[in-house]
């Protein structure tokens, strides 16, 4: 069996090189009949045929390796080239006795042959198609590949609501599989439903992919009411990307998952890129996660956040356990990264507990970055930060500067943030002192070649950076010849990127340090104008780097062994700790034993309690039923009655109410005619006040009269006198009479004249 390693491979230009066996296609000759193929022990799934026709369908049809000594629920596996046959003339057994056929255990689909077609078919349902034999053996073929060990993974098949319904009918009871991979279909709500119905039901899985399924609220909603029962589901996958199967759970998605952040104790990892939350799903979120104490990675990157989500998250970080954050693409700002810096500070909780934080293509400026300057001084936990598509403008001197004091920094990324070459000769100085990097991207940037000379003196003496991205830098010859300069002195870098530069004759001089070279392994100069000696001297190098890799392994592995053997004191105290826990657990199992036998007794006791009391409950039942009896007719009684008082009452209240209205009608005829006497009253004494004052004319005129008739009066007395007296002296008779007769005639006069007035007066 060929193992297939997973160590770096060099790659000259865009294609990796690595020596392997190329596979070979089966053997298409006749097959002439053998032992084995009628025992059935090793067989292939279709029969060989002697004609033509036969043997180019069975060229086109998948076969597949049947054991008779296999499981009914593992999978038959794909026939190996040339296996078909080698059946002729040996045996499974042979075959397996050599190791020939030898399959791990991660090699090995927990699906049985039934469960897969079953499921084949549902995906012909979702997709409208006529199931098929040469489908199905691709389809099996697929599985085969993708479905191994403990990962189930069917990415972009489309597989919808039936899928996910026959989906959940399989691995409902499946011990086997921990991861579950089902992004790019077309599940929807329905589907992810029935996803959720699995959750509530299987205790294996442990991470779940729904990326890019057209999920809604409703279907979000579902998953969260799953999580907040389920235990086991450490990691979920909701984001979405680009396309017409983008995941928007919304806000209402947004406040269902909060919900469950707020009772779940299980999950560590949480993806909703992409999901249209905005700052009010944020938010939603937020009241959740302030209560949550295992979530240590969310990716909320792609959902226009803005500064006010940043606002939200900003104080929380100092409330959760959150250590990898993701913001890319949330246009924040420097706004934003103000009040993220401020929660980053030291002595906050934060700036001891993040270590990985994106921030890449926010629109950031140079006061941005100053603030990010501060994080590196204070953060002292934080390994990795992602700062593509920003502009840093004038302060990149201060953040590299600021990049030279911290020592946790592992991996920083500065792609697309129109570097220059003086940004190059800052990057290079803090370079030469700075410890702790060991992965610097800076593809497509303006570095030029006085960047990249000043980067690659720094790498001459830098003994930490491993892998170096310098793609797209409009880098030429004298660049390239300054890191060919570098590659002879550095024995620390094993990646490096120098792609599409400018790069021509600089090519000899790379070729020429790597042939002393020992550590690069991998080295990427595509779309360079390098000569084909250049290019094959590169990748000879590389070839021996990677041997010379693989060859010190051991000392590498020893190594890691020690610093191993480190916690194997702990491991072996936790394993003496469990088998005393066990010796407990054995001891409280028959201490559980005996009392559980104590408690069947206790227990048949009760049972005989009951039933008396049951007994009793009986009769004091049918005595409370009479009572009920009589109290319901007591009470239909007292409801008549409240009945009538009620009616009576609102009898009442009617005839007040309607006395209240008429009192009120009352008083205000009375307000009106108050008022209206009161007008007349003014308007009278507007009419009498000239009439009044004509009247005292009178009076005064009147008075005046009666003041020349009084003194008339007295000088007509004082005449009489006189007369009087001249009579009686002269004795004149005549005289006398006739006087008598004025002064009866001048006092009728008189009392005309001050009669008449008063009498208009008074008819005043």
């Known amino acids: 069996m060929v193992e297939v390693s997973s160590r770096p491979m060099p790659v000259l ?40 026709t036969a043997r180019k369908r069975k060229a086109q049809t998948p076969q597949f390796l049947c054991n008779a000594h296999d499981e ?50 549902a995906k012909c349902a979702d997709q409208g198609l006529q199931p098929n034999r040469k489908r199905e053996g691709r389809f099996i073929q697929l599985l085969s590949q993708n479905c191994k060990g403990m990962l189930f993974a069917l990415r972009e098949n489309g597989l919808g609501a039936k899928s996910a319904e026959c989906l959940t ?59 907040q029962t389920n235990n086991t589901v450490t990691s979920l996958d909701l984001s979405g990307l680009s396309g017409i199967n983008r995941n928007h759970m919304g806000l209402h998605g947004a406040k269902a998952m909060g919900e469950t952040l707020a009772v779940n104790e299980t999950l560590a990892s949480l993806n909703l890129g992409a999901n249209g939350l905005g700052d009010e799903g944020i938010a939603l979120l937020a009241q959740g996660l302030e209560r949550n104490t295992t979530l240590t990675d969310l990716n909320l990157g792609s959902n226009n956040i803005g500064w006010t989500g940043c606002a939200v998250l900003g104080p929380l970080l100092n409330n959760c356990n959150l250590q990898a954050l993701n913001l890319e693409r949330n246009d924040i700002r420097d706004k934003g990264v103000t009040i993220l810096a401020q929660s980053l500070k030291s002595p906050n909780i934060a700036a001891e507990q993040v270590r990985v934080l994106n921030l890449s293509y926010n629109n950031l ?153 020992q550590t690069l392994l991998e080295l990427d100069f595509s779309y360079n104008d390098f000569s084909f000696k250049s290019y094959s001297a590169v990748g000879s190098h590389l070839q021996k780097n990677l041997k010379h890799w693989r060859r010190q392994a051991v000392p590498r592995l020893l190594s890691q062994i020690d610093v191993l053997k480190v916690d194997e004191a702990t491991l072996h105290g936790t394993q003496e700790e469990i088998v005393q826990e066990i010796k407990r657990r054995e001891i409280t199992e028959d201490n559980l034993s005996q009392k559980k036998e104590h408690t069947k007794q206790v227990i048949a006791v009760y049972y005989r ?131 008598k007769e004025n002064q009866k005639a001048a006092r009728r006069r008189s009392d005309k004249v001050g009669l008449k007035p008063a009498a208009k007066s008074s008819k005043r």
């Open 72 to 121: 009914v629920a593992v999978l038959p596996r794909p026939l190996p080239p040339g296996m078909a046959y080698v059946a002729n003339y040996t045996s499974f057994d042979d075959l397996v006795d050599k190791q020939i056929l030898t399959q791990d255990d991660d090699e090995v689909v927990h699906l049985s042959v039934a469960e897969v077609a079953e499921l084949y078919r």
């Open 365 to 517: 400026k140079s006061q941005g970055f100053r603030w990010l300057s501060t994080i590196f001084r204070s953060a002292r936990a934080l390994v990795e930060l992602r700062l593509d598509g920003n502009d840093c403008g004038e302060a990149l001197g201060d953040f590299v500067s600021a990049i030279k004091d911290n020592k946790s920094i592992r991996h920083l990324t500065l792609s697309k943030c129109e570097l220059t070459e003086l940004h190059g000769s800052y990057i290079g100085d803090t370079l030469q002192s700075q410890s702790s990097i060991k992965k610097l991207e800076l593809q497509d940037n303006t570095l030029g070649d006085q960047g990249a000379i000043s980067i690659a003196k720094a790498l001459e003496g830098n003994r930490c950076l491993q892998h170096l991205d310098l793609g797209s830098n409009k880098i030429k010859d004298a660049g390239g010849n300054a890191i060919g300069a570098m590659l002879h002195q550095n024995n620390t870098l094993q990646h490096l990127n120098i792609r599409q530069n400018n790069l021509k004759a600089s090519g000899d001089s790379i070729a020429e340090a790597l042939k002393t070279n």
């Open 609 to 739: 309690n009951v039933k008396k009391l049951e007994e009793e409950f009986a009769q004091a039942s049918q005595h409370r039923i009479r009572e009920e009896d009589a109290m319901g007719a007591r009470s239909e009684e007292l409801l008549r009655e409240k009945q009538k008082q009620e009616s009576s009452k609102r009898k009442i209240e009617n005839k007040v109410k309607s006395e209240e209205e008429k009192i009120s009608r009352m008083r205000r005829d009375q307000a009106r005619i108050e008022n209206e006497i009161k007008a007349f009253n003014e308007k009278t004494e507007e009419e009498l006040a000239p009439r009044r004052r004509d009247l005292a004319a009178l009076v005064i005129k009147q008075q005046r009269a009666e003041q020349a008739a009084k003194e008339q009066a007295e000088a007509l007395s004082k005449t009489e006198l006189r007369v009087k007296e001249l009579e009686r002296r002269m004795g004149i008779t005549t005289r006398n009479v006739n006087m």
């Open 169 to 227: 009918s399989i691995l409902s009871d499946n011990e086997h599989f921990a991861l579950l991979d089902l992004s790019g279909n077309r599940l929807k709500d329905i589907g992810a439903a029935r996803i959720a119905e699995l959750l509530l039901v299987n205790d294996t899985l442990v991470h779940i992919a729904l990326k890019s399924n057209d999920i809604g609220f409703l279907g979000a909603e579902k998953i969260a009411e799953a999580l």
């Open 13 to 52: 230009r865009d294609r990796p090189i690595s020596a392997g066996v190329r596979p070979t296609s089966a053997d298409r000759g006749p097959r002439p009949p053998s032992e084995a193929s009628r025992t059935g022990r090793f067989r292939p799934a279709s029969a060989a045929s002697s004609t033509g």
